[in-house]
């Protein structure tokens, strides 16, 4: 079975890599970018879009207000870029939000920012690769048809690539996140420059449309709602901003400092991008609407159901290159490219969160194990399996799926500014040099002010967003945080008792005797052994034990045994029923019942065999009667292992996958705590 894993699993992922190479593995700021960054980068595709469906609803005048709520977007944006460059500097070891409130705020604020955390990288995927399907099957009728077959096959895709590692994923995702970007500040600079100065009138191919308002004449507290609610659906594009602050590990020294200009650089690069296609969707005349078969007219007549809606950046790339022409498909290429490559933010934060949980003791230690890559393959293997269900749950609507969003991001933000002022604070009380204390009342008056804003729009997104679906992210994260109490608890427990004692214990004090019983079912060459070597341990009693199944098995076994003149006394159990399992239980049990300060040790004789099928031929009843005397105190149990000549065949298998990955072998990957944590502004 080895044989048939392994060869798959190498073409895949790759060849297995040392854990001395881990620092190769660690990336540089042009590489980190586009992983980490990628899902801010990306929503600028939608966000735009998002704010101006909200508003089409109270017509086109409401318009107007696009350019103040992207103001405002931007606002948040800077406020929590700035926010999150302390983070990386105060605390580098990639816990990010969640080790921030943990330290802080407490034990259960950190599991609340990490459940959040956590059912927005699912969503992040989900939102992802569901959008980006959509805009390919624009082009492609195919990928509208099977939709949620194309983005199981995209998730499946995305997997395969970072189990190959961190390093080689960001490789392949840098051209075209770099390729949008550049084709997105092109396409502002050339529509500048023909408005501006050329002064060329660019219209979308919607400019002529008009819309009909579902609630026309908003005024008052219907309105502010509104603008509330577009402003909330605009802050999707910060999403993923928290990814660099929870990834420090994974930037080449000195991280901190790499991290917090990555971050710069993201946030820098997004604001640009935002700001340029509101403007330009302004100038070009972009006409969106919610349900554009009915609400979109053309000379008074509704567009009907064949009607497409594009996206805002395709529309304005039309407009300002012209249909068709090769920087417009160029763009439309790399922007339907970038939002699939958007999820690999969550395919580095998810894992890397993931590992820290499990070292804290919050998620199963399989999730800080360090698969072959040297990448975190249990947790990306977990990622992928929960977007799937949420895309098969939701059809890979990007309509549904977009209300759950954001929640969880603006939780994990408001408490981990939160966490920094107290931070702050703690550092205040003790430090006594004046240049010191200015840094840290201005780092301060950051964070606050980020917790205040980010405070305020999750109430926003909340109200907002809450009966739009926004109810069943707020469930998940109940159900993370519980899973994780659990786990903790759990974990505890166990903790607490295997835990040595400083002073003696019954479990120090020798037994007063210990009674050996080597099971029997013939005499063969693993029975000989099994015999030999409970003979070599010096028991206080030493017996064969056989099970009466067969009446001229049991005789023909007593006539061998005397005939050989084995010293060893040979006791056979009855078992009217047939049973194998139950004689030697209730027999070992007894043994206890009469002598509870005794140890009994039992020895089976096993089969080592090279082939997966012969495992299924052998070893059953031994495997039945071991899993039953685990559960016996003061039972030892000791598998006397006998190689049959197929298992030379397996051991030379073995040492030709030596350099690969040696079976049964556990990667462990600590979750790097860099000293690189001086604060700083």
Not at 567 to 594: A, G, Q
Request: proline share 5%; charged share 15%; aromatic share 8%.
């Amino acid at each position: 079975m080895s044989k048939l894993t392994d060869v798959p699993k190498r073409i895949l992922i790759g060849r297995a890599l040392r854990s001395d190479r881990l620092g190769e593995t660690l990336l540089p700021k042009r590489v980190a970018l586009p992983v980490f960054a990628s899902d801010p980068l990306s929503s600028v595709a939608y966000a735009p879009g998002e704010i101006l469906l909200v508003l089409s609803v109270a017509g086109l005048s409401a318009y107007h207000f696009s350019p103040w709520i992207a103001a405002a977007v931007v606002m948040l944006m800077i406020t929590v870029v700035a926010s999150y460059r302390q983070n990386v500097y105060a605390y580098p070891s990639g816990g990010g939000a969640y080790e921030v409130a943990t330290t802080n705020l407490g034990a259960r604020a950190g599991r609340t920012v990490a459940s959040a955390l956590l059912v927005d990288y699912v969503l992040t995927v989900a939102v992802s690769i569901s959008a980006g399907i959509e805009n390919l099957g624009s082009a492609i009728p195919f990928v509208v048809e099977h939709k949620v077959a194309c983005a199981i096959a995209v998730i499946v895709l995305l997997t395969l690539m970072n189990l190959r590692g961190v390093r080689e994923s960001g490789t392949l995702f840098a051209i075209p996140t770099y390729v949008f970007v550049a084709g997105v500040f092109t396409m502002i600079a050339w529509g500048t420059f023909r408005s501006v100065v050329l002064g060329d009138e660019m219209r979308a191919p919607t400019a002529d449309y008009e819309i009909n308002p579902e609630h026309p004449g908003l005024a008052g507290f219907a309105l502010v709602f509104l603008l509330l609610r577009a402003f909330s659906s605009g802050c999707a594009a910060l999403t993923g901003v928290e990814a660099i602050s929870n990834g420090v590990p994974a930037f080449r020294k000195p991280k901190s400092k790499n991290a917090a200009t990555t971050l710069a650089m993201m946030g820098l690069l997004a604001v640009t991008m935002f700001c340029g296609i509101i403007a330009l969707a302004g100038a070009t005349d972009v006409r969106m609407a919610e349900n554009p078969a009915k609400d979109l007219f053309h000379n008074g007549v509704p567009l009907g159901p064949d009607y497409v809606q594009h996206p805002v950046i395709s529309q304005v790339a039309e407009a300002v290159f012209g249909e068709g022409s090769p920087l417009f498909l160029l763009l439309a290429a790399a922007t339907a490219l970038v939002l699939f490559l958007a999820a690999n933010t969550a395919y580095n934060g998810f894992p890397l969160l993931g590992s820290i949980l499990a070292q804290d003791r919050y998620l199963p230690r399989q999730l800080h194990t360090r698969g072959d890559r040297l990448a975190f393959s249990n947790g990306i293997v977990l990622l992928a399996g929960a977007a799937i269900l949420l895309v098969w749950a939701y059809d890979a609507s990007t309509t549904r799926l977009i209300q759950l969003y954001i929640v969880g991001v603006f939780v994990s933000f408001t408490l981990s500014q939160t966490g920094m002022v107290r931070h702050w604070n703690r550092l205040l009380a003790t430090e006594k040099q004046q240049a010191a204390r200015r840094r840290m009342i201005r780092s301060r008056a950051i964070n606050a002010f980020g917790a205040f804003f980010t405070g305020l729009v999750l109430v926003v997104v909340l109200v907002s967003k809450f009966t739009h679906g926004a109810w069943v992210a707020l469930l998940g994260m109940c159900v993370f945080y519980l899973l994780m109490t659990l786990i903790r608890r759990h974990y505890d427990r166990v903790a607490e008792e295997v835990a040595a004692p400083e002073g003696p214990s019954a479990d120090m004090v020798r037994p007063s005797r210990v009674h050996s019983i080597v099971l029997v079912s013939r005499i063969h060459r693993p029975t000989l052994r099994a015999l030999a070597y409970a003979k070599l341990m010096r028991s206080d009693s030493l017996e064969a034990l056989s099970v009466n199944v067969d009446a001229a098995e049991t005789r023909d076994l007593h006539a061998e045994w005397e005939r050989r003149g084995i010293e060893v006394p040979l006791k056979v159990l009855d078992s009217p029923y047939r049973e194998v399992t139950r004689p030697v239980i209730e027999y070992v049990k007894n043994l206890r019942k009469e002598s509870p300060r005794d140890v009994v040790s039992v020895f089976i004789p096993e089969y080592v065999v090279g082939h997966w099928y012969e495992q299924l031929l052998h070893n059953q009843s031994a495997l039945r009667l071991k899993a039953r005397l685990l559960f016996t105190p003061g039972v030892m149990v000791t598998s006397v292992p006998y190689q049959l000549q197929s298992s030379e065949a397996a051991r030379r298998r073995a040492r030709k996958r030596a350099n690969w990955a040696a079976p049964g072998s556990v990667r462990r990957g600590p979750a790097e705590r860099s000293k690189d944590s001086s604060p700083h502004t």
